[in-house]
């Protein structure tokens, strides 16, 4: 898979242990390929054809190789249960980084982002990321999938928060190539059962 775009809403990546954080998570997207066992990630380009959830597979293994830890629930802030975080990267402060990937909606983006907000308001986390597909690959994922384009009118409230003390970015993500070829990726429970497996496996 392959970084399109990447906007640094607030911070600076030039900070050693923040950018080290990104490039831990550009490496992990490099690692996300589709059919499993493959190179490349490619799309079979079918409107509204491919699930989402088994795509984030190899980013979560790739991530776990480096140290982070997967699907943790954090504290973020007094009185707010923000589910799960996809990973956390501990850092030397005793703050954490999180990187979350966009399987839901633009309602789950803003979510993301918020949460990834309120922990850096609290002093919980130095910084995260949201990873979302860009407009040509959400054309072939499940219907009304968080993506960048439509998030991105929003990214002017997330910059005014530049006071505060750590990082904030979104990487946009599409496919490297398409292939009427493959196999169209599971969405609904079967998405989830394959992510499961190719979790367990890792």
Known sequence: MKIVHEEILFGQSTHAALGACLDDVRRAIGNV???????????????????????????????????WKLEQRPVLAQGLGPGKVDA?????????????????????????????????????????????????????LTQRIGNYKELA???????????????????????????PGVALIPKGMDGHSLQRRALKRK
């Open 153 to 179: 009118p929003y990214f002017p409230v997330y910059r005014h928060l530049k006071a505060l003390d750590g990082l904030l970015a979104v990487i946009a993500v599409s496919f490297d190539r398409t292939d």
């Open 33 to 67: 390929v589709w059919p499993a066992n493959s190179r490349k990630f490619s799309i079979r380009p079918v409107m509204d054809g491919n699930g989402v959830l088994p795509i984030k597979v190899g980013f979560m293994r790739k991530l776990d190789a480096l140290g």
């Open 88 to 140: 956390l990267k501990p850092l030397p402060d005793g703050r954490q980084f999180a990187a979350e990937w966009e399987t839901g909606n633009i309602s789950s983006s803003h979510r993301a982002l918020n949460k990834i907000c309120m922990g850096i308001i609290e002093g919980h986390l130095a910084g995260g990321v949201l990873i979302l597909p860009d407009r040509e690959l959400y054309h072939f």
